[in-house]
């Protein structure tokens, strides 16, 4: 991440190696410079919870969006 120096990651919580969660403990917004969408299968109020206080800046459900949807939330919050 850091090599790349991307504006925005887009991550899912189940990963394989390292979780969702794990990067976003790993970089806490105040240690960033980079924007944090989650788009996950996971509906559950708790992981929600976790994941933007954690530092999420938007936390989507795959099931509930296509991808132009996708990409206008992306562009939103690079426009922030």
Same mark, same amino acid.
């Given at each position: ?35 944090? !969408? @989650?788009?996950?299968n996971f509906t559950d109020d708790a992981r929600q919870d976790? =994941?933007?206080? &954690?530092? $999420? +800046?938007?936390? !989507? @459900? ?11 939330? =992306?562009?939103? &919050?690079? $426009? +922030?």
């Amino acid at each position: 991440i850091e090599q790349e120096a991307p504006d925005i990651l887009i991550l899912d919580l189940d990963m394989p190696v390292l979780s969702g969660m794990e990067i976003l403990k790993r970089y806490p917004p105040s240690l960033r410079s980079f924007k944090i !969408l @989650v788009l996950t299968n996971f509906t559950d109020d708790a992981r929600q919870d976790e =994941a933007t206080t &954690l530092g $999420a +800046d938007e936390y !989507l @459900v795959k099931r509930d969006f296509t991808i132009r949807a996708l990409i206008e939330k =992306a562009n939103g &919050l690079l $426009a +922030d």
